[in-house]
């Protein structure tokens, strides 16, 4: 894949962004994590190759609408999914591609390199995490159900956390080809304190959510997911020019100015 326009989805996602310039440097205390789709974009009457200009127009709208209204909007689905307990582990892997070849003379090594003279595999990330707690018990509720988007959402926020779990399950089962045969194509928007620029990971899930209901833990479930990557913005190799490009305004950071 390649020319795909990402676009930058902070703003709808309510995330603080530091830093000088308007550089995207965000809080290294919190690893903001979303997840999306071609599919979930349109809901937003946007798509990966729409218009930066377009989609700004949406999250704008977007924005503008509450959380319990905007999710009354668009059904059960929701455009991007935020979350509300991060994983907690998410392991980068990527393999070289080597085959060894065994001959008289001793061992030949033959490294399959692609245009830049590399022989990097391709990038896989695997996502392990707990819901937290989902006890709906915590939190209170109107007469309208348990899972109304009308609901209070207060106490231990388990009805949104079960919302946000139950989307991002579906996403991980969601079609690869759309009605208009155009290829559903997933992303997420990945930071953290070692990689403090937003980047997004373009791809598709390798695997449909795996998780686990145990009685010892009955209000919490574990799960695991993982992530071919096929292309990231900005690309690997530039992440680290990326991060030295940005000046971080410590004074910003701790709300001083």
């Known amino acids: 894949m390649t020319n795909i326009l990402v676009p930058d989805i902070s703003a709808a996602l309510n995330q603080t962004i530091f830093g000088t310039d308007s550089q995207p440097f965000t809080d290294p205390t919190r690893i903001p994590m979303s997840f999306t789709s071609t599919k979930r974009l349109r809901l937003l009457n946007t798509d990966f190759a729409g218009t930066l200009e377009a989609f700004t127009d949406a999250t704008t709208r977007a924005e503008s609408t509450s959380g319990s209204s905007l999710q009354q909007s668009f059904g059960s689905d929701m455009p991007v999914i935020t979350m509300k307990v991060n994983p907690h582990t998410i392991k980068f892997s990527q393999p070289k591609r080597i085959t060894k070849r065994d001959t008289r003379e001793g061992s030949?090594?033959?490294?399959?390199?692609?245009?830049?003279?590399?022989?990097?595999?391709?990038?896989?990330?695997?996502?392990?995490?707990?819901?937290?707690?989902?006890?709906?018990?915590?939190?209170?509720?109107?007469?309208?159900?348990?899972?109304?988007?009308?609901?209070?959402?207060?106490?231990?926020?388990?009805?949104?956390?079960?919302?946000?779990?139950?989307?991002?399950?579906?996403?991980?089962?969601?079609?690869?080809?759309?009605?208009?045969?155009?290829?559903?194509?997933?992303?997420?928007?990945?930071?953290?304190?070692?990689?403090?620029?937003?980047?997004?990971?373009?791809?598709f899930f390798s695997t449909v959510m795996e998780w686990t209901d145990s009685a010892e833990k009955p209000f919490s479930k574990d799960y695991s997911f993982s992530f071919t990557v096929q292309e990231t913005v900005p690309p690997l190799d530039e992440l680290l020019s990326t991060i030295q490009s940005v000046t971080f305004d410590p004074n910003k950071y701790l709300g001083l100015v």
């Open 108 to 203: 030949v090594y033959y490294h399959f390199t692609n245009n830049k003279g590399q022989n990097n595999d391709i990038l896989v990330v695997s996502f392990n995490g707990n819901t937290g707690n989902i006890d709906i018990r915590g939190d209170a509720k109107d007469t309208q159900g348990v899972f109304s988007t009308q609901a209070k959402v207060v106490g231990v926020g388990a009805v949104q956390k079960q919302l946000i779990w139950h989307n991002l399950w579906k996403l991980t089962r969601e079609e690869m080809i759309l009605d208009d045969n155009t290829i559903n194509t997933f992303q997420i928007m990945y930071s953290s304190p070692i990689i403090p620029v937003q980047i997004a990971l373009l791809g």
